[in-house]
């Protein structure tokens, strides 16, 4: 079972005690955009083998939504943090660089 | 290889059963192929055999990083039926159920086909009215399914519990000739029947790169080397992303994990498949007499073939409501496969972005029941680049918007 930290009030939470919400920094796209970037917003995902940026919902705790990177082949998690950002906090990239050398998500790395 | 047959068996029984011999070949991987198809579960060696039989295209290479099978073909809870709402999906489905029908005698290997029957409950008001829709659609589209009183259903499931009293039974959807098969022999058949026709099966091959160039596929790299093909079919279930990404294109997918768990084996007490989709849990009882119980998935993305415990807690407990008779089952094993999920829960069979690659995913958390009709239409699609099963399954309905809904009208455990 996943083992979250919520960043917003501390509580270790478990999975059942959350929700989960999907791909995390997702670029939001509207009208006056192309079709390709359209689609893109609202169906193609990086579903990876590996370090992964996802929302989750304190839904049972605080009811805020948040972040997590997590690893999606070992289910280890490296870490939570606000949903007010467009990027994981450099201490969680680093994290991640110390467990997964050379990892890659998107444009971070 | 030979045939199997009573006079094989009695031959055998005579001679103490050693001149069987392998059921396939196991060959080193050829320097080029006509077609490679990556991944030998069912959908995968499906499309392989139906493009030698139907499409004589025999020069084919079917490349899988484990063993046959070893996915979500072994993971999954047999079930057949061909109850959907939506044209597109009833048509590759029936076709899909009627292959199975003839499957054992077509591979002259026995896939054990149970036509038993699949039920689906209706516990809601609201799903006695989408059943019902459901089953006129089905008579529109030539898939013979009803609804039934609860009455009926209590006696086809002596078992059931019809009185709620949360979920009380309010009907049926029924379809008689739905039912289970076994679930390895598909894929062991399907592999016979294609190292029979001068294929290879190459196991413990893993992909490890796509070559292109022009916008056009050159071969595979992998872990037994490099092989050139002409035509490549991508038909991997949960790792479609990680190929879409060697390839170089993107996918509308997500991969989850899908949970089943059986039971300790007990004396025969039902013999149709029951699905209850507003508790979320289905079940039938396998021919070793274990009760085979599935629910729904995870919903976040997941590589590690195992799911969150407390799924099968939910779906435990409602069944109980529903079959009082499982309280106190032991359960025997547990097991998760991953399942690639798209957007309208409908698969893709599709060319891509790349010339000559084609992919065949997205079936979810039903691919099982689809494993023939999709072989036969993905062949087709690859061997004369268009389908008349697939056309509506093209990667452009994202785009375009022309979903084939499935999530909402198949009222399925998702």
Not at chain 2, 174 to 190: K, L
Not at chain 2, 376 to 391: I, Q, R, V, Y
């Amino acid at each position: 079972m996943l083992i979250f930290t919520c960043p917003y009030c501390g509580i270790e939470a478990d999975e059942t005690e959350l929700t989960p919400g999907g791909e995390a920094h997702l670029k939001r796209f509207g009208p006056g955009s192309s079709d390709e970037e359209f689609e893109g917003y609202l169906f193609n995902r990086e579903n990876p083998k590996g370090v992964h940026f996802e929302r989750w919902r304190h839904v049972y705790g605080c009811g805020k939504w948040f972040h997590a990177a997590r690893c999606t082949l070992t289910l280890e998690v490296f870490g939570t943090y606000s949903a007010q950002t467009f990027e994981p906090p450099e201490e969680i990239k680093e994290r991640i660089r110390a467990k997964r050398p050379g990892w890659k998500w998107r444009n971070f790395s | 290889m030979k045939r199997y047959s009573v006079f094989a068996v009695a031959r055998e029984a005579l001679r103490y059963h050693q001149g069987w011999g392998r059921a396939w070949r196991s060959p080193e991987p050829k320097k080029k192929y006509e077609a490679i198809i990556i991944g030998a579960g069912g959908h995968g060696l499906a499309t392989a055999y139906y493009l030698g039989k139907n499409h004589g295209l025999k020069n084919v290479a079917i490349l899988e990083k484990g063993w046959l099978g070893g996915g979500n073909t072994g993971r999954n809870t047999t079930i057949i039926r061909s109850n959907y709402l939506q044209d597109a999906s009833a048509a590759i489905y029936e076709k899909a159920r009627s292959l199975y029908e003839t499957m054992s005698q077509d591979l002259n290997y026995n896939v054990m086909f149970s036509p038993r029957g699949v039920m689906m409950l209706a516990q809601t008001q609201h799903e006695i009215r989408g059943y019902k829709r459901t089953a006129h659609a089905n008579a529109l589209q030539g898939v013979s399914t009803e609804f039934i009183t609860p009455d009926r259903v209590k006696s086809l499931v002596p078992i059931i519990n019809i009185d709620g009293p949360r979920y009380p039974v309010l009907g049926a959807l029924w379809q008689p000739r739905g039912g289970t098969a076994r679930h390895d022999a598909v894929a062991w058949g399907y592999a016979r029947a294609c190292s029979e026709m001068g294929m290879d099966v190459i196991q413990q091959c893993e992909v490890t790169g796509i070559r292109r160039q022009n916008g056009q596929v050159q071969g595979v790299e992998t872990s037994k080397g490099s092989i050139d093909c002409e035509k490549l079919g991508i038909v991997v279930a949960g790792h479609t992303g990680v190929l879409a990404d060697m390839a170089g294109f993107r996918m509308p997918i997500e991969s989850v994990a899908l949970q089943a768990l059986v039971s300790e084996p007990i004396k025969p007490c039902m013999d149709v498949v029951v699905m209850a989709n507003t508790v979320h849990g289905y079940m039938s009882q396998s021919d070793k007499g274990e009760m085979v119980i599935g629910g729904g998935a995870d919903g976040f993305n997941n590589y590690t073939q195992r799911g969150s415990f407390h799924h099968v807690e939910e779906t435990v407990r409602a069944l109980i409501e529903t079959f009082p008779i499982i309280s106190r089952l032991k359960m025997l094993r547990w097991w998760g496969g991953i399942v690639d999920m798209t957007g309208d829960r409908s698969p893709i069979l599709s060319t891509t972005p790349v010339k000559n690659i084609f992919i065949n995913c997205g079936w979810g958390t039903g691919g099982f029941k689809a494993i023939p009709g999709s072989g036969w239409a993905m062949a087709e699609l690859m061997a004369k680049g268009h389908s008349s099963l697939t056309e509506e399954f093209g990667l452009n309905r994202f785009k375009e918007g022309k979903f084939i809904d499935e999530s909402v009208a198949a009222g399925v455990a998702h």
